[in-house]
């Protein structure tokens, strides 16, 4: 088994961790909701209306260009509504759960690729280039799974398999059968992981190592006119558990982290589950804090009337802004204000205690002045200021000679945290890749 | 703050000036903006504490400075017995109305330019502001200083999109623009030593025999196989004034040692690139022993051993404040170490090869800025190369 260590990066240390490895298990929820805009890449045409009734598993959309690709309901029940914003963009499709579990029916015998396509799982893989949902038809040159989340106060990937690691087995072999190339599996040191007919890599080292993105470009660099699928380890046993029984899991366990949080814990409930449910134990603070679906590098905010969004497996609640008007913080010499970098004095005291850290953004936009930033926490053959700034000025030629097709906004999200600039890379990133993405359709 | 904010917003009675509240209200208040999408934290780090350890790393240097103003001036006119506290005194007074100008100069172009764009101000003159006193002449009239910051400030900086766009170092800019357009005050007797009074203190008449030339200028007009280089009382100098500081020179330039405190607290908070700031003095270093290894009469300067070189001038200065500067310097790793080892053989060679300029190490580093971007085009196409016989392996 190879090793890549990893130096680049950093673990930020946060509170509200989660102290015991118990699952507690949520109530019912009282309505799930699909959010399109979790599966970037698809324009959603709706297959259901409001007040129709949906199984578990049944498609409530497709995408307009590719009608195979189905995006199902979580649960049996009846779509409440289908919330639109700005220009009929549809916000998310809401159903109410009718308790009945009845599962729509699923042909396994038939290609595994139309199988995967029909059951919803599809949209839970992403594709490098551009980070979107997969183009069905194209075969890809490998695929890539990450066994395990770096981000910080992320869940551990094995709870959250659960007993479902048996699947992983049949899952590497249907994913075998749709590539031309290898199976993938990055693990952390020491997370063993039975599956065989896949390349497992073993990689050390802070986030961003669990990142699917950095794992490519240290085993197998994307080059220009190549595909490679990408997903997490918790999509890889779905996909087992489908061929295996025949049935899609909609099930998810859920880690609630963050300093704002009482009671840390893992919670088991369904994907989509409304956050009024899953925040159930948590009954203050949640005003003056941000909630968070995902951890706090490329999650997002929501608030607590919403729902769970993907990948279905963490929420972190930090505070909103703990210490308003700051009296001249730039000036500051307090240990407490958290800086991985010397200027302030933190490192004196260690950087590896839990810290409180709010959302502000503490200092202004600027251009890039401080050299070197963004590559410290990129474990990539990759420039990463010279990258960014290629795609702020459009300059697609040269996006393509530095790499724009290995990356994805989240490999770019801890070098936004330590920008000293404050510029929004995982914005520009994504930006650039739809902007090549249209060009190059 | 916040009961005054809406007389400045769009529509109040003030909203001429509304780059000036946000400049202030953000100098004096930490921003209540939170992330609106992307990450959710953020690190504590911004530019102002960045920019703001660099002005406290120009401390000692600024302290050295004003403290040696004093003491050149009282040793010129005869009276080396005063106390130091007189003399840091005068050159307090001295140097004083020098900073006031630039900053005034350059933050009023800053404020006027920040509304015409409507945008924040950016705090890049705070450091530009207190390197211009450092590296200006003493005696350089102030409507000089003012006319080259503006100049500066202006044409190197604002034209080209203000804090961090600039390709050169505005405050070697400033420095270039007195250097050429009055070169007979930047150089010579007159130029580093100042003879009257600063409001009032400090007066009396030069004593005979005073020669106000820095070592460097003595040693440009050297004639002879051997240097002799002097105090302003016409005394043999030693190397260790030189690493004290006590000899003339523009203010922040002299002190070995100052400088260095201020290397240290710069390389410390990683704020300045070691790469770049060890590489000028390995570069200085082997040009210098090269040209030590050749000593000629035509060219004295040759004469001088390699870290007597590196002792004089501004060369230390450059080194550890200009050269640094990651605006206007190379920007990739590689290229931070070619680009440092450059400026430091350039500063020598034009030093010893062209006594028209005893000082390369300013023209040294603006011909490097304009070179840093070549240095890194070729750093990053060797990973484009890389990358694409990574892809040609694969067809």
């Known amino acids: ?441 | 703050m916040n009961k005054i904010e809406p007389t400045f917003r769009p529509g109040g009675t003030l909203s001429k000036l509304e780059s000036v509240y946000d400049g202030m209200e953000t100098f004096l208040f930490t921003p209540n903006t939170t992330s609106r999408s992307g990450v959710h934290i953020h690190d504590g780090n911004d530019l102002k504490r960045t920019m703001i350890t660099v002005v406290a790393a120009l401390v000692p240097a600024l302290l050295f400075g004003m403290y040696n103003i004093g003491y050149q001036h009282y040793l010129a006119i005869g009276q080396s017995q005063e106390g130091w506290f007189q003399m840091f005194l005068y050159g307090l007074l001295a140097l004083l109305p020098v900073i006031v100008v630039s900053y005034a100069v350059g933050l009023g172009i800053e404020f006027i330019s920040a509304q015409i764009h409507h945008k924040e101000i950016q705090e890049g003159f705070l450091v530009t502001g207190i390197l211009i006193p450092l590296i200006v002449p003493i005696n350089t009239p102030l409507w000089m200083t003012a006319v080259a910051t503006a100049f500066a400030v202006i044409f190197a900086k604002e034209v080209f999109g203000g804090t961090g766009m600039n390709i050169f170092n505005v405050a070697l800019i400033t420095r270039a623009f007195l250097f050429f357009a009055y070169p007979s005050r930047m150089s010579g007797d007159e130029a580093f030593v100042k003879m009257d009074s600063a409001f009032g203190l400090g007066q009396g008449t030069v004593v005979d025999g005073f020669t106000g030339a820095t070592p460097l200028g003595q040693v440009a007009t050297n004639v002879g196989d051997s240097l002799h280089l002097t105090n302003v009382l016409g005394e043999p100098m030693s190397a260790m004034d030189a690493v004290i500081g006590l000899i003339p020179g523009s203010p922040g330039e002299t002190s070995m040692i100052a400088i260095l405190l201020g290397a240290a607290l710069l390389l410390l908070t990683g704020v300045a690139s070691w790469r770049i700031m060890c590489s000028v003095f390995v570069g200085g270093l082997a040009m210098g022993a090269l040209v030590h290894a050749l000593p000629s009469a035509t060219y004295p300067a040759s004469m001088l051993d390699p870290v007597t070189q590196l002792c004089l001038g501004g060369f230390a200065f450059g080194a550890v404040f200009m050269a640094t500067d990651p605006v206007t310097g190379a920007r990739t790793k590689v290229g931070q170490y070619i680009y440092g080892l450059l400026i430091g053989v350039f500063a020598i060679l034009i030093r010893v090869y062209n006594s028209g300029y005893p000082e390369g190490m300013m023209l040294a580093i603006l011909l490097m800025n304009a070179f840093a971007p070549l240095i890194d085009h070729c750093v990053v196409s060797s990973n484009i190369k890389r990358r694409a016989r990574r892809a040609a392996v694969k067809e």
């Open chain 1, 1 to 441: 088994m190879a090793i890549v260590r990893l130096k680049k990066g950093f673990d930020i240390q946060l509170l509200g961790a989660i102290g015991s490895n118990g699952i507690v298990a949520a109530s019912s929820p009282q309505s799930v909701a699909i959010v399109p805009d979790d599966f970037h890449g698809i324009i959603p045409r709706m297959e259901k209306k409001e007040g129709e009734h949906v199984a578990a598993g049944e498609p409530l959309y497709h995408d307009k260009n590719y009608e195979a690709i189905k995006v199902v309901s979580p649960v049996s029940g009846t779509v409440k509504e289908v919330r639109r914003g700005e220009r009929r963009h549809i916000d998310a499709i809401i159903i109410s759960p009718d308790g009945a579990n009845e599962a729509f029916p699923l042909d396994t015998r038939r290609p595994a690729m139309e199988v995967l396509l029909q059951s919803g799982l599809w949209v839970m893989m992403r594709q490098r280039p551009y980070d979107v949902v997969p183009v069905p038809g194209e075969k890809p040159r490998d695929v890539f799974v990450t066994a395990f989340d770096s981000a910080p106060l992320a869940p551990d990937l094995n709870l959250v398999l659960g007993d479902k690691r048996q699947y992983i087995k049949k899952g590497v072999e249907v994913l075998n059968g749709l590539t031309s190339g290898k199976v993938y599996i990055g693990v952390r040191e020491g997370q063993d992981i039975d599956a065989p007919g896949a390349e497992v890599t073993t990689f050390t080292g802070p986030h961003p190592a669990g990142n699917v993105g950095v794992q490519i470009a240290n085993v197998k660099p994307v080059n220009k006119g190549e595909t490679v699928w990408t997903m997490d380890i918790i999509t890889l046993a779905r996909i087992g558990e489908l061929f295996a029984t025949g049935r899609v899991s909609h099930d998810t366990v859920v880690a609630i982290t963050g300093e704002m949080v009482q009671h840390p814990c893992y919670l088991s409930t369904v994907m989509g589950a409304d956050l009024q449910t899953v925040l159930k134990n948590e009954t203050t603070n949640l005003a003056q804090s941000r909630i968070i679906s995902g951890n706090v590098l490329t999650g997002v905010k929501v608030d607590a009337t919403q729902w769970l969004r993907a990948p279905y497996r963490h929420i972190t609640v930090i505070p909103e802004n703990n210490k308003p008007d700051e009296f001249m913080g730039w000036a500051s010499m307090r240990p407490s204000r958290f800086s991985i970098y010397h200027t302030f004095t933190t490192w004196l005291g260690g950087l590896k205690k839990p810290v409180s850290m709010d959302s502000r953004m503490k200092g202004g936009e600027r251009a890039i002045v401080r050299t070197g930033e963004y590559d410290a926490m990129l474990p990539m053959d990759i420039y990463g200021e010279f990258l960014i700034k290629a795609i702020i000025s459009g300059d697609i030629d040269k996006m393509e000679q530095l790499g724009v097709y290995e990356i994805a906004p989240e490999d770019f999200a801890l070098a936004e945290f330590a920008d000293t600039s404050k510029l929004e890379l995982q914005h520009i990133v994504r930006e650039g890749l739809d902007k090549l993405r249209a060009e190059m359709s």
